[in-house]
């Protein structure tokens, strides 16, 4: 069955599982930054198209388990200009995802996989005051970065982690701003045909390490693991950047 979906029992799969559950427990404890392991490891394997689709049905669950602790503590006022322009940006980077060379695009999320991890570990944040027009231009990166190349977190992230408050508050705003990213992709992955029986059937495989981790992910910050794994995340995110965009770069001039 793995086979007719694109993946076989030899060390890729040991590589995907591993992604999936480094993914997931990233998603639970910081809220974000799952896209930035699995898509450009799955692109590798079953092209850049499907690794979107695939991505966006196992993370589903993740987005239900979360919403609660979004719904409860996020600000409105800035978590809901950012949603709109989302769901109006991520429909153009699929578009954009459709027309560009799949081998093109593997090198592409790769980089920009490298620039996002940048971006977070730099602590780079929005300066002064956080108006309409910075959280409309947060939403309009985040959401065609999204469509394109499925990892559309961090632009919008900039603007949670620029609020003053707590780690609970900013990790509320955060979860909900990535519920809105992953939401907004299934409109543009069916309409284009992305979604395909092939990426749904391996992203229903791998939903449930995905939640599983998930979930581990979410306990381990209840229990203040904060302290400890913000380098070890942005590292890991680091090497699967570098690893995927040799890995690209190499496929791409074997052609």
Not at 82 to 105: H, N
Not at 156 to 166: I, M, Y
Not at 207 to 218: E, K, Q, V
Not at 229 to 244: E, H, I, M, P
């Amino acid at each position: 069955m793995l086979e007719t979906i694109g993946l076989t029992a030899d060390p890729w799969l040991v590589v995907v599982v591993t992604a999936v559950l480094l993914a997931g427990f990233l998603r639970g404890f910081v809220g974000f930054g799952a896209a930035l392991i699995t898509v450009p490891v799955l692109s590798l394997i079953i092209g850049p198209q499907a690794a979107v689709a695939v991505n966006n049905v196992m993370g589903l669950p993740a987005v239900v388990q979360l919403l609660p602790e979004a719904i409860r503590k996020a600000e409105r006022p800035v978590v809901v200009p950012v949603c709109l322009v989302v769901f109006l940006a991520t429909p153009l980077g699929t578009w954009l995802l459709v027309l560009a060379d799949p081998a093109v695009m593997k090198i592409a999320i790769s980089a920009l996989v490298l620039v996002m991890v940048g971006m977070l570990a730099s602590g780079w944040r929005l300066r002064g005051h956080v108006g309409l027009s910075k959280l409309m231009t947060a939403g309009l990166l985040g959401g065609l970065v999204q469509g394109a190349a499925g990892i559309g977190g961090p632009p919008v992230v900039a603007v949670a982690l620029s609020r003053e408050g707590s780690a609970e508050q900013q990790r509320a705003n955060v979860l909900a701003l990535m519920t809105a990213i992953s939401l907004s992709s299934v409109a543009p992955l069916i309409w284009y045909g992305l979604l395909t029986w092939r990426a749904i059937t391996l992203g229903l495989i791998l939903m449930p390490l995905y939640s599983l981790a998930t979930y581990f992910g979410s306990r381990y910050f209840a229990l203040g693991g904060q302290a400890h794994y913000r380098r070890a995340a942005l590292a890991t995110l680091a090497v699967v950047g570098v690893g995927t965009l040799i890995a690209s770069v190499w496929g791409y001039a074997a052609r």
